[in-house]
């Protein structure tokens, strides 16, 4: 199983930028996908922006799109989520997740049951 650890959350007031950061253990071509999900207290698991290690096809949730920008390095197995204007709803803690599984070079899975391995998960809070 992927170990995965992220790293970069923090505390920002809204209009700010965080740039979080996700290392993963092993070597990247065992895997297919990399997304980024977020959890806000009392609400379910969201799907945040996700990308390919091959192609780097990405796609990102509504709520997101324009602000946020997935990218990947497969040289270092890291993943990265920069994100910009940020608003008090992003506030919530972000997960890293693996997914193993070829689902074609176009398509990206976006729900938390077709990711194989998670990490702890990194705080990310927006003061208004």
């Known amino acids: 199983q992927v170990q995965l650890v992220e790293s970069g959350g923090g505390l920002v007031q809204a209009g700010g930028s965080l740039r979080l950061s996700c290392a993963a253990s092993e070597r990247a071509f065992s895997g297919h996908a990399m997304g980024w999900f977020r959890q806000a207290p009392g609400k379910e698991r969201e799907f945040v922006a996700a990308i390919t290690w091959t192609h780097g096809i990405d796609v990102y949730a509504e709520s997101v799109k324009g602000r946020f920008t997935v990218s990947r390095d497969y040289a270092k197995n890291r993943v990265y989520l920069q994100m910009t204007s940020l608003k008090p709803e992003d506030t919530a803690i972000y997960y890293c997740?693996?997914?193993?599984?070829?689902?074609?070079?176009?398509?990206?899975?976006?729900?938390?049951?077709?990711?194989?391995?998670w990490g702890q998960g990194t705080q990310v809070t927006v003061s208004s």
């Open positions: 997740a693996a997914d193993k599984t070829f689902r074609g070079i176009m398509l990206v899975a976006t729900t938390p049951l077709e990711y194989d391995s």
